[in-house]
Every structure is written in C-alpha cells, then in structure tokens.
Nanobody
Framework: VQLQASGGGLVQPGGSLRLSCAAS????????MGWYRQAPGKQREFVAV???????NYANSVKGRFTISRDNAKNTMYLQMNNLKPEDTAVYYC?????????????WGQGTLVTVSS
C-alpha cells in the first residue's frame, strides 16, 4: 500500500484546509485509514480514523472541527479541518492499516505540513 498526502499549507487562525490522501497498491487489503500529526518537539499523535464500514473516531482536541471521509471510487481519504487553531500546526501523516489474522500492519504517507498562524 502506498499513500500520498497533499493539501497542507499556511492558514490563519479560524480558517479551513482540506487534506487528501491517495492510496494505491494493494488497496483491497485496507481495513481502515486515518490521520496522525506531529508538532515540532512532540510525539506523533492520533487525529482521526475511518474504517471500511464508515465508522469514525476523533481525538478530543479536534472533535467538532475536523471531519474525516473517504471516496472509495477515487481511493482517496480526506480530512476537512475547520476553525483551525495555532495548536493544530503540525506535519499531518495519513495512515492505512491492514489486518491479516492477528497481524496488524500500518502504512504511512510522507506527511504534509499545516501551519496555522496570523
């Protein structure tokens, strides 16, 4: 599975951005996809996830502001980010995971930088 993230950039506080993550390769093995982020000097943290059934889960810090979605026809996942805050500044990584028996495998995109600043 290969993942290509895009859509990052510079935005003012209160603004919006939409990130995209295009998947290719063994797409049929994917069980779910998600977004993680890593701010400068901090560990990578979970942001949101969506599984093949469409169920979603969000970090408390982004609930009500971010929306994760997938377009299966385009093999693409999105993260709509509204009301952005300076603390949302980070490199955002897309993730896909597969499950084969008891083996959980994670795949990562290259990351896209989101900077929230006035």
């Amino acid at each position: 599975v290969q993942l290509q993230a895009s859509g990052g950039g510079l935005v003012q506080p209160g603004g919006s951005l939409r990130l995209s993550c295009a998947a290719s390769g063994s797409i049929g093995t994917i069980k779910g996809m998600g977004w993680y982020r890593q701010a400068p000097g901090k560990q990578r943290e979970f942001v949101a996830v969506i599984n093949n059934g469409g169920m979603t889960n969000y970090a408390n810090s982004v609930k009500g502001r971010f929306t994760i979605s997938r377009d299966n026809a385009k093999n693409t996942m999105y993260l709509q980010m509204n009301n952005l805050k300076p603390e949302d500044t980070a490199v955002y990584y897309c993730n896909a995971y597969t499950i084969a028996g008891t083996t959980h495998t994670d795949y990562w995109g290259q990351g896209t930088l989101v900077t929230v600043s006035s």
